[in-house]
């Protein structure tokens, strides 16, 4: 059967990991993907450990033998594999869509360097046509969300401000205990004043705009991975 770039995009992440590593792991398909790899290698005698993203990346690593720790056991890493849900040229992110945001983001921060992995389609000139996840706090929802309606009107960006629903029509829950919202803005020319308006919210716990966070990407489709480095980047 042939593999799919989110296979093979985990596969060549691969590359990039070498025994006595420290590493940030990340959630959903293609970090899953990225887990049966090193599971893998983990049995061929690979020896690492890592700090999970989610509880479901966490649940998975156990089932497949992945050793794992924890920030508080190792708060500095060596290197974070992680997808994205949208990648532009200088490798700023938006990540989120499978709602473990905060998580994803002190795990990379943590970390000395972050490998994004991702299918080909990830790829975007600007920002912003996936919708940006805002993970929030419950208490004053109302409120937040009109705050980040009004400043983000005042930087130029309207559209949908949408809470999370899981398939049955629940409110979604983070593993912090979170609410998220999903802000269809549209194109985000601008992704580092966006991420400093944001945090600049009281109920805005995190948000899903990862910059300068990543030094490169793999990115795959059916037949092959290519690295990508920032586009301002001299090396």
């Given amino acids: 059967m042939a593999k799919t770039p989110k296979q093979i995009a985990g596969e060549a992440a691969l590359d990039f990991v070498s025994s006595g590593m420290k590493l940030g792991i990340g959630t959903g398909s293609t970090a899953e993907a990225f887990v049966h790899s ?3 290698k983990v049995r061929s005698g690979l020896e690492i450990v890592g700090v999970p993203t989610s509880e479901r990346t966490r649940e998975l690593c156990e089932e497949l033998g992945v050793p794992l720790t924890t920030l508080d056991e190792t708060p500095q890493l060596d290197l974070t594999i992680d997808g994205a849900d949208e990648i532009d040229g200088s490798l700023a992110l938006i990540k989120g869509g499978g709602g473990a945001l905060l998580r ?4 990379a921060a943590a970390s000395r360097d972050m490998l994004v992995i991702a299918d ?7 920002l912003g046509q996936f ?3 805002i993970e929030v706090n419950i208490f004053g929802l109302a409120a937040t969300t009109e705050m980040i309606r ?11 401000i949408e809470l999370r629903t899981n398939a049955d029509g ?9 609410y998220i919202l999903d802000a269809s803005f549209g194109r985000i020319v601008d992704p580092e004043a966006l991420s400093i ?4 919210i009281p109920g805005v716990v995190e948000h899903g705009l990862f910059t300068g966070l990543a030094s490169r990407a793999i990115v795959a489709d059916n037949t092959r991975a290519r690295i990508v480095v920032a586009q301002n980047d001299s090396n």
Wanted: aromatic content about 2%; overall charge negative; proline content about 5%.
């Fill in 197 to 200: 308006t944001l945090n600049g």
């Fill in 104 to 107: 994803e983001k002190i795990v």
């Fill in 150 to 160: 009004s400043q983000a009107a005042a930087m130029g960006l309207s559209g949908a």
């Fill in 120 to 126: 080909d389609n990830k790829l975007v000139n600007v």
């Fill in 131 to 133: 919708p940006l996840p």
């Fill in 170 to 178: 629940d409110v979604f829950v983070t593993d912090g205990g979170h």
């Fill in 38 to 40: 090193l599971a893998h």
